[in-house]
């Protein structure tokens, strides 16, 4: 249970629904609304299989590569450490989309790297081999992360009127400091298991 819940926590984080509100506002302004959530209901599917094909086969991958639980951990630490730091202090480079003007998009951006970025891929490859026994458990948790993102997607208008941007933008460091605390739990962990060898 403690695992499925820091796993919900931890998936939701790295998705950074908040964090890509205006990103996803800023390439969908051009749709009808209801269009608008048609592409964003499609493109959460499709970020949705990809996040489920990754957990269960990343066990498999790490084995084929022969990483140990503890690289695994450090690494995946690491990985988390610099996410979070990336939204602590975001870069103030402006996001484009890469996108010719008024066309609808298809899987990239929106559902990769947007949601299933290659962090939260690989953390996913991280968990399914730090819990084998717990997939479920992992597979409800990823359920949860990924309903609470589409949901705060879904209503993206009603959560930048309320939190206006600056808002948002707290509300995403708060989520950088807590992803910071749990990287470094995750190196902990794995210095600590190397440690026993």
Avoid: C
């Avoid at 559902?111 to 819990?131: C, W």
Wanted: no cysteine.
């Amino acid at each position: 249970m403690n695992e499925m819940i820091s796993a919900t926590i931890l998936l939701f984080l790295i998705m950074d629904p908040l964090g890509n509100l205006p990103i996803f506002m800023s390439i969908l302004k051009h749709l009808a609304p209801k269009r608008r959530h048609i592409v964003l209901i499609r493109e959460m599917l499709i970020a949705l299989i990809l996040m489920i094909l990754f957990l269960f086969s990343g066990e498999y991958i790490l084995t084929f590569l022969n990483l140990r639980t503890e690289t695994v951990s450090i690494s995946g630490g690491i990985i988390l450490f610099l996410i979070a730091i990336s939204m602590i202090f975001p870069s103030n480079e402006t996001n484009s989309s890469g996108l010719p003007a008024g066309e609808e998009p298809f899987i990239v951006p929106l559902a990769i790297p947007l949601v299933a970025g290659p962090s939260l891929l690989a953390t996913l490859m991280l968990l399914s081999h730090q819990y084998p026994n717990h997939m479920m458990s992992l597979v409800i948790a990823l359920l949860i992360a990924w309903g609470a993102t589409a949901i705060i997607l879904l209503l993206s208008g009603l959560f930048l009127r309320l939190l206006g941007e600056k808002g948002v933008n707290a509300l995403e460091r708060l989520m950088g400091l807590i992803l910071i605390m749990l990287a470094a739990q995750m190196f902990l962990d794995g210095i600590r298991i190397y440690m026993k060898l």
